[in-house]
């Protein structure tokens, strides 16, 4: 990917419903490594914390814009499966989520996404695998 390409890609991710609704910035993309962030406030269960959904939600939305890179135009990306481990509960401030590929094949894509609070500790860790199809013509 090149720089020219980077603000309409990341447009894409930050302007999405779920994207804007969670508060996602992408601060880094290409088919091997997404990296964004997401604040807490606003993405908390009753009690204050870091909703686990949010954080899933956040890496099926790294792992899914990763495979659209990968994938190229005129594809279309279809979750999988998506599996996710919360850690510790996020509190405050930004978390940031780092989608790494594990695997960029030709119809399956994998990603690892690590989220972390300010501090650098892990909270969640998800895997993501996805699809990739052609679009349809109708």
């Given at each position: 990917?090149?720089?020219?390409?980077?603000?309409?890609?990341?447009a894409a991710i930050d302007?999405?419903?779920?994207?804007?609704?969670?508060?996602?910035?992408?601060?880094?993309?290409?088919?091997?490594?997404?990296?964004?962030?997401?604040?807490?406030?606003?993405?908390?269960?009753?009690?204050?914390?870091?909703?686990?959904?949010?954080?899933?939600?956040?890496?099926?939305?790294?792992?899914?814009?990763?495979?659209?890179?990968?994938?190229?135009?005129?594809?279309?990306?279809?979750?999988?499966?998506?599996?996710?481990?919360?850690?510790?509960?996020?509190?405050?401030?930004?978390?940031?989520?780092?989608?790494?590929?594990?695997?960029?094949?030709?119809?399956?894509?994998?990603?690892?996404?690590?989220?972390?609070?300010?501090?650098?500790?892990?909270?969640?860790?998800?895997?993501?695998?996805?699809?990739?199809?052609?679009?349809?013509?109708?």
């Open positions: 990917m090149n720089n020219s390409e980077m603000p309409t890609l990341a302007g999405d419903l779920v994207g804007k609704k969670l508060g996602v910035k992408v601060l880094e993309a290409s088919s091997a490594r997404i990296v964004a962030t997401m604040p807490v406030e606003g993405n908390t269960q009753p009690f204050g914390l870091l909703h686990g959904g949010a954080s899933v939600a956040l890496a099926e939305s790294l792992g899914s814009y990763g495979a659209a890179l990968h994938a190229g135009p005129g594809k279309a990306i279809v979750g999988l499966d998506i599996n996710a481990t919360h850690h510790r509960a996020g509190k405050g401030g930004l978390v940031t989520a780092v989608a790494t590929a594990l695997a960029l094949g030709r119809t399956i894509v994998s990603y690892e996404v690590v989220v972390s609070d300010e501090e650098g500790t892990r909270l969640c860790t998800a895997r993501i695998t996805c699809m990739i199809r052609e679009l349809s013509k109708n």
